[in-house]
């Protein structure tokens, strides 16, 4: 590939990928983004959610990402993310255990505040539970 965009996504642990790629489509704390060659360049916030690289010829990877930061520049995508791997390596089981436990502490809030932030932490959670349950559905992985 001649042209393209370079992206690196890096988790404390590890260099999750790099390579270039046509586009990558990331979940920013404002909502989906895609990023091709050539974007403008900006720094945003990443929300948890799932960031997808399409390569070439159109065949798609796909990165959970917890939270984090995504850097454009003319150099490419920087993700620096709280925690990140391939989907393949995505825990369900963990997700749903972590859900349980928000309701429970919703369950358990007694100020409206507090009802109020644990209600966001339960449906940020779902949303990406009904997310990753698309992407297995869909064989995207």
Known sequence: MAE??????????????SETVVSVTVPGTEGYFTVMNDHAPFMTTLRPGFITVTKEGGSASVYFVKGGFADVSPAGLTILAEQSVPFS??????????????E??????????????????VSG???????????D?????
Do not use: C, T, W
């Open 137 to 141: 559905g869909a064989h995207v992985h």
């Open 104 to 121: 429970e502490e919703l369950s358990r809030a007694d100020s409206p505040e507090d009802k109020s932030y644990a209600q966001q932490i």
């Open 89 to 102: 390596e995505f825990d369900h089981a963990d997700l749903q255990s972590q859900i349980k436990a928000a």
């Open 4 to 17: 393209g965009l370079k992206i690196e996504i890096v988790s404390p642990e590890r260099l999750v990928l």
């Open 125 to 135: 959670l779902l949303n990406l539970a009904m997310e990753a349950q698309h992407i």
